[in-house]
Nanobody, 118 residues
Framework: QVQLVESGGGSVQAGGSLRLSCAAS????????MGWFRQAPGKERKFVAA????????DYADTVKGRFTISRDNAKNTGYLQMNSLKPADTALYYC???????????WGQGTQVTVSS
């Protein structure tokens, strides 16, 4: 089992920045790929970004490419999502996820809310 806890969400104005964190406990986090997803009210959950277990490979949704950066610190069992140039369309509940295989996630956090005002 892997337990994931997100933090760092909040309310910002358009153009601002936030850094989300995903703290992992339980099984060895270093062996798991990690991803971030988001879900806006009334909409389905969507992929945001992903990173391989080693951190060598990253992937982004087109809507956030160039503005968001995913990273991880395996020594701290923590993943991050740096979000810059935020837009109102980025408003959502953000989830982190972990899995043995890239882009296949067995474990999910509870989410952290990000609200961007215009």
């Amino acid at each position: 089992q892997v337990q994931l806890v997100e933090s760092g969400g909040g309310s910002v104005q358009a153009g601002g920045s936030l850094r989300l964190s995903c703290a992992a406990s339980g099984r060895t986090f270093q062996r798991f790929a990690m991803g971030w997803f988001r879900q806006a009210p009334g909409k389905e959950r969507k992929f945001v970004a992903a990173i391989s277990w080693s951190g060598d490979t990253t992937d982004y949704a087109d809507t956030v490419k160039g503005r968001f950066t995913i990273s991880r610190d395996n020594a701290k069992n923590t993943g991050y999502l740096q979000m810059n140039s935020l837009k109102p369309a980025d408003t959502a509940l953000y989830y982190c996820a972990a899995g043995v295989t890239d882009h296949v996630y067995e474990y999910w956090g509870q989410g952290t809310q990000v609200t961007v005002s215009s």
